[in-house]
């Protein structure tokens, strides 16, 4: 019997991600199955796998029963990778064999021998070499090999107990080309791992993994996404909040306005979430950007994720309202990304966020917009729970995010693509409306859970010095339906923005 503090201990799939999903890597001495399609990643996964353990001085053995060793070199050189010494390559079937008559088998039931030849050559490959971690790619060769279920589970079985007499780590691939309901290798290993690829209607292909199987080991199950770029797999585990502790409360964040701090009752709380509704050109982003504006000034870090917007016009734009943002990131207080979503995974995002805020101690997270992120979403409720998770996630972090969403029309009823506001914390509301044969935008703050907050309705300008605030619009009703009603005793004055940017 194996000793019970050995069987515990883990050996590193050479993937940081990969290794937090398995919650430290794959058992040692234990036999893996990775199944995917082709073009899944199994291979670059597996070559991972024995890089890892050849910089740590483990001897590898890589099997192929499919791939020539000079494409599995070119595949690694694509990476920027040069397999090591500690790296042995076996062709099990090499090219010139194929071709010379005296290796071809002429009997009947030719594969009865050929079975049998491949699993001894197998085997002299292992006593050879003595690998630590070992690769067979693939087991559909063996399959068809095999022929009949019963000789390919045997046939199974004898590689895991083979295996585990050499104290090896192996892993086996499968590109799935069995019947849908054969799971003789899935009862048989200690761990299944499965690989997907998937093809939107529009954009990039998306790719995910998920943990089937891992005997007694917990393991974080559901679907992680995963990217395939030059330098190998880079997996991004699921965001779960919970398991983050809440941070202690820490001062109000004010923006710096001081019209807008008193509509929001003195500001906003540390680790709460806020929300920017309304129509295009509105002044979503100039309000966010008047916070992270107001952070930095304090030397505080934030970051800001645009999904919309150029980042040279942002520049530029932001400039004329008298926002630097250029000088703010070229200090190194100001992380900011432009997100392409239509080459952009869910599960990647969240993991830059988590990046900024774990890394760079981010405590102002400014997501532009969320129309944007949710493309980036399959269905609309995914985007509610992905949402869900990584607010909850920021708020324990002790950030303050801010979401813009660009409401559907311009005044009158509008829409918003997707109703988040039920998770938000604070909901700032921005309308247009006519009056005096103009037209003006409106601000009101039409949800604060973590405080007071004015129940006002004030009028806003954007000029060159930023943002302008003005006192509550008392004599009108009917604002937010876009055409009020005067009911006082004086005209609308031009006059009547007093606030100014500070």
């Known amino acids: 019997m194996h000793n019970p503090v050995l069987s515990a201990s883990k050996t590193n799939s050479g993937i940081s991600g990969l290794d937090d999903i398995l919650c430290g890597g794959f058992a040692d001495r234990r036999l893996f199955l990775v199944e995917g399609s082709p073009g899944s990643g199994k291979t670059t996964l597996a070559l991972q796998f ?16 499919s791939e020539t060793e000079d494409e599995l070199r070119h595949g690694a050189a694509s990476h920027g990778w040069s397999l090591s010494d500690d790296i042995d390559v076996f062709e099990l079937a090499p090219p010139e064999n194929l071709l010379d008559d005296d290796q071809q088998q002429s009997l009947l039931y030719s594969s009865d021998l050929e079975l049998g030849e491949t699993t001894k050559r197998m085997f002299e490959a292992m006593d050879r070499a003595k690998p630590v971690r070992v690769v067979l790619d693939s087991l559909s060769e063996i399959r068809l090999l095999a022929q009949s279920s019963l000789r390919y589970r045997r046939q199974i079985l004898a590689l895991k107990h083979y295996f585990a007499r050499k104290d090896a780590t192996v892993l086996l691939l499968d590109d799935m080309t069995a019947e849908a309901t054969d799971k003789t290798v899935h009862s048989v290993a200690h761990g299944v791992l499965r690989l ?22 917990a393991f974080r199950g559901g679907y992680h996404d995963y990217v395939i770029k030059h330098g190998g797999l880079q ?137 944007g992120y949710q493309n980036a979403m399959p269905e609309e409720q995914f985007l509610i729970l992905h949402m869900h998770e990584l607010l909850q996630y920021l708020n324990r972090s002790g950030a303050t995010t801010f979401l813009t969403v660009a409401q559907h029309g311009l005044v009158g009823d509008m829409q918003a693509p997707v109703d988040i506001t039920y998770l938000a914390d604070t909901v700032f509301l921005l309308r247009y409306f006519e009056a005096a044969g103009r037209v003006r935008r409106a601000i009101s703050v039409i949800k604060k859970r973590t405080g007071p907050h004015e129940d006002t309705i004030r009028e806003y300008r954007i ?14 009703q009917g604002v937010l339906r876009g055409v009020p009603t005067y009911v006082g005793k004086a005209g609308l004055m031009d006059t009547g923005l007093t606030g100014t940017p500070s």
Do not use: W
Not at 196 to 216: C, D, F, H, I, S
């Open 463 to 476: 000029g060159g010095r930023g943002l302008s605030i003005g006192l509550p619009l008392e004599d009108f």
């Open 235 to 371: 997996v991004f585990p699921r965001l779960v909040a919970a398991e983050y502790r809440t941070r202690k409360t820490q001062p109000v964040m004010t923006s710096g306005l001081k019209e807008l701090d008193q509509l929001l009752g003195g500001g906003l709380e540390r680790g709460s979430s806020a929300l920017v509704l309304g129509p295009a050109g509105s002044g979503k982003s100039l309000l966010v950007l008047q916070f992270i504006a107001s952070a930095v000034a304090r030397g505080e870090t934030a970051a800001l994720f645009v999904f919309d917007e150029e980042l040279g016009l942002l520049f530029q734009r932001a400039k004329a309202l008298n926002i630097d943002l250029q000088a703010m990131h070229d200090s190194g207080k100001l992380f900011l990304e432009s997100m392409d979503a239509a080459e952009l995974s869910p599960g990647e995002f969240a993991h830059k966020v988590r990046a900024c805020v774990d890394q760079h101690a981010v405590r102002t997270v400014v997501i532009d917009s969320l129309n």
């Open 50 to 65: 024995l890089m890892a353990g050849a910089a740590v001085g483990e001897k590898g053995l890589y099997i192929t029963l």
């Open 196 to 217: 997907e690829e998937l093809a939107p209607n529009y954009g990039t292909e998306r790719r995910r993994l998920r943990v089937l199987k891992y005997r007694g080991q």
